[in-house]
């Protein structure tokens, strides 16, 4: 034994610090690990005691007594290309990270595609293998709102839920009128044939984007039948650009439901001859770090990624620990315009 009555040549034990502390092993277990029925004076002797020895607790024996694992899970309904090629998704995880960083919570990426991913991540889900779970990119079919809600897992949804979002909490960005915003620059241009490129129409960011672009169009007494869909990515921009000038040559502004998609419509119509804003101006939608690079320099709606996501982090925390009120929030952040030389 040491002087400080822990064994030479061995790392502390619980019990070493239940002798240190003088309580019983059970007591020394329960103020190490969070548990309840602690005195205020036999706290303080094991917390001293866990200095002094240099204690490291058990995590397993820690999970036991709290039934907690220190861990939230980031869920994407998305396939892997997309994840680590869109800059959403590392802004998304930036943002929960930082939060994270202030306590001793880990991060568990869980890819959620349909059929046997997505059955995967539902087990890992329901066997509690993390605490709580923020979901992000969902699509219309993928349920995950009506799923958690019945694990009864603490779970917050990084935009609105197809359906269930007045059982889940959520953070979002005032899509409506953020592309409303966009479309109005463009008008205020003086565009006389507005087109858009929208997202995929399972997505309720897409829909809400749309919805905005439509508004704007009725107001101003313009037709709103040039519409293509796209999948958030520059192909799929591209592709959409393609067949919306093909089928509405004479469109003299264009707004994007993504500044990827945005950046693949630019090329074609560089590679047409059409010159952006003179010929064409664009708009965007995200300023995730792609309209600065694209030439010319996309104006775009900013979209706070970060910002929404450590929002939602804390959100799912407070869950967690008991701290919420109990009932689903919605918390909109409202959008705001960015003007660069695209428009």
């Given at each position: ?21 003088g ?16 005195s ?20 397993a ?13 980031v ?25 994270l960083?202030?306590?001793?919570i ?16 539902l087990r ?6 993390v ?44 899509n409506?009128?953020?592309?409303r ?23 309720t ?16 007494g ?14 799929g ?12 040559p004479d ?28 010929d064409?101006?664009?708009?965007g ?5 792609v ?11 900013r ?41």
């Open positions: 034994m040491t002087s400080n009555g822990v064994r030479a040549g061995g790392s502390p034990t619980l019990d070493e610090v239940a002798r240190v502390a309580v019983s092993r059970a007591t020394a277990s329960r103020a190490i690990n969070g548990g309840q029925r602690v205020a004076h036999a706290q303080s002797s094991v917390d001293a005691a866990v200095r002094s020895l240099g204690y490291v607790p058990n995590p024996a820690r999970s036991l007594v709290t039934r907690r694992t220190d861990s939230i899970a869920v994407v309904p998305e396939p892997d290309d997309r994840v680590f090629s869109d800059p959403f998704f590392a802004r998304t995880l930036r943002g929960v990270n930082r939060v960083g202030e306590s001793d880990q991060l568990v990426l869980l890819l959620a595609r349909p059929g046997a991913s997505s059955e995967r991540t890992y889900l329901t066997n509690r293998h605490d709580g779970a923020i979901v992000v990119s969902h699509h219309r079919d993928d349920g995950l709102a009506e799923q958690l809600t019945r694990l009864d897992l603490p779970c917050v949804f990084g935009g609105r839920p197809w359906s269930g979002g007045d059982r889940v909490t959520y953070v979002d960005i005032d409506t009128a953020g592309e915003e966009a479309t109005q620059v463009l008008i205020d241009r003086g565009c006389q044939r507005i087109g858009t490129i929208a997202g995929p129409s399972d997505m960011a897409a829909e809400d984007r749309l919805a905005g672009w439509r508004e704007a169009m009725s107001a101003a313009m037709r709103d039948d040039a519409v293509e869909h796209g999948d958030f990515t520059e192909d921009g591209q592709r959409a650009a393609e067949a919306l000038m093909a089928a509405h469109l003299d502004g264009l707004v994007v439901a993504s500044d990827l998609m945005a950046s693949g419509a630019l090329k074609v119509l560089a590679a047409s001859g059409r010159r952006v804003p003179d064409v101006a664009v708009v939608y995200d300023d995730l770090g309209a600065e690079r694209t030439t010319p320099a996309l104006t775009t709606v979209q706070p990624v970060e910002e929404m996501t450590e929002r939602a982090t804390r959100l799912l925390l407070e869950q967690i620990d008991g701290r919420s009120a109990g009932r689903p929030m919605r918390v909109i952040i409202p959008p705001t315009l960015i003007r660069r030389d695209s428009a």
